[in-house]
Every structure is written in structure tokens, then in C-alpha cells.
């Protein structure tokens, strides 16, 4: 398995403002992934996050909203852009290890935007 | 396309009583399937999967779940409920490790 760590764990924002949100892993994984999950729903995908390259998105998800780096394996920030208040959400930071199908997931952030 | 559905949003149970959360999938192949575990203001708990390798799957916290393909279906069982399983509950199916597609989630209250 794999223990995930994110940073903020809650923020509170004001419109128009972005907020970048960080995911650690504490062993080499192969792929990262950003998740949204608004409020009283389940959880979507917004992008996986590749090392070295550009983040690959999921419809309805842009980079100028919504853009990732993962500089290395077992690091990744997302960025929330320009924000309104339908961004209020929890994001969710997941990882998959070596040789496994099963995705890891970070204790989340959760956004309110005023 | 896969999807996946839960067939109840809330179940309420009485502490020490049988837990049954119901999921059902559908698919073309033979997907994998998850369950994962959301306690109120934390992240997302892996409880167990299945991936072909046996049709009853042994969890953590005393959960199983047994993959029934006939049935299309993946059901979670708890033999006793105890008050700290009181979580919502996601029934995940996926073809490709990169790609998962949750249901809707069941909310499991637990009383005394």
C-alpha cells in the first residue's frame, strides 16, 4: 500500500483567488491522480497526473482550470484556478503502486469558496 | 461503457445486526471491483477488491463481498454492524488500473 499525505487539509477562499493543493507519497508510485468530489456526491476524475509531461484531463476538465505538475514520483500539486463558488468541493489526491490495480487515496482537501 | 450502480443511498441498521450493501455492474469484460470506505471528513479507505482471483473476497474490519458474475453483481456483508462502520460506502468498478468509475455511494447508519 501507500500512505498519502495532503497539504491543505481545509481552506477557506475568496473568488477569483487559486489555490494549489500538494499530494506526497511516501514510496515510488506509478501513476497519481486528482479527484474531485462535490458536495453529497461521488468522486470524479479530473486528470492523471504524469511525471515530466503534461497532465492527461478527463472531459470537462481543463488545464488553465485545473493545471498539475508531478515533478517527480511520488510528488503532484493541483491548482485551482481562478476560483467561483461552484469549486467548493473536496479534492482528492490518489496513487497507484507497482504491480497492483489499486489506487490509494490521500485524506482529501476540502475547498469552500466565498 | 462500464457503470456501476448501488442500489441504496442510505441502509440504517441496528448495532450487532447483518450488514448488505448492493452493487451491481455492467460491463463486457470482467472488470475489477473495489470497495472503498469514506468515515465523515477523511479520505477514502481501501475495505477490499476483487480481481478474479477468488469469488468471495475477505476485507478488513470483518467485510467481504462476494462477485457473482450470473448476477452482475458485487455485493458488501458484515455479520455484526458496529457503530464505527457508520460511513458512506463506494462500490468502484474498473477495466484499466487508470481508470475507475465510482457509484454513488451508500450511506450505512449504525444504531443502538
Known amino acids: 500500500s501507500a500512505v498519502i499525505s495532503q497539504k491543505p487539509s481545509r481552506d477557506i477562499c475568496q473568488r477569483g483567488t487559486s489555490l494549489t493543493i500538494q499530494c506526497q507519497v511516501d514510496?515510488?508510485?506509478?501513476?497519481m491522480f486528482w479527484y474531485r468530489q462535490q458536495p453529497g456526491q461521488s468522486l470524479t476524475l479530473i486528470a492523471t497526473?504524469?511525471?515530466?509531461?503534461?497532465?492527461?484531463?478527463e472531459s470537462g476538465f481543463v488545464i488553465d482550470k485545473f493545471p498539475i505538475s508531478r515533478p517527480n514520483l511520488t510528488f503532484s500539486t493541483l491548482t485551482v484556478s481562478n476560483m467561483s463558488p461552484e469549486d467548493s468541493s473536496i479534492y482528492l489526491c490518489?496513487?497507484?503502486?507497482?504491480?497492483?490495480?489499486?489506487?490509494?487515496f490521500g485524506p482529501g482537501t476540502r475547498l469552500t469558496v466565498l | 461503457a462500464q457503470s456501476v450502480t448501488q442500489l441504496d443511498s442510505h441502509v440504517s441498521v441496528s448495532e450487532g445486526t447483518p450488514v448488505l450493501l448492493r452493487c451491481n455492474y455492467s460491463?463486457?469484460?470482467?472488470?475489477?471491483l473495489f470497495w472503498y470506505v469514506q468515515h465523515p471528513n477523511k479520505g477514502l479507505q481501501l475495505l477490499l477488491k476483487y480481481t478474479s482471483a477468488a469469488t468471495l473476497v475477505k476485507g478488513i474490519n470483518g467485510f467481504e463481498a462476494e462477485f457473482k458474475k450470473s448476477e452482475t453483481s458485487f455485493h458488501l456483508t458484515k455479520p455484526s454492524a458496529h457503530m464505527s462502520d457508520a460511513a458512506e460506502y463506494f462500490c468502484v468498478v474498473s477495466f484499466t488500473a487508470s481508470k475507475l468509475t465510482f457509484g454513488t455511494g451508500t450511506r450505512l447508519q449504525v444504531t443502538l
Open positions: 490518489s496513487a497507484m503502486t507497482p504491480f497492483t490495480d489499486t489506487q490509494y
Open positions: 460491463s463486457s469484460y470482467s472488470p475489477s
Open positions: 514510496s515510488q508510485v506509478t501513476m
Open positions: 497526473a504524469n511525471q515530466g509531461s503534461e497532465a492527461t484531463y
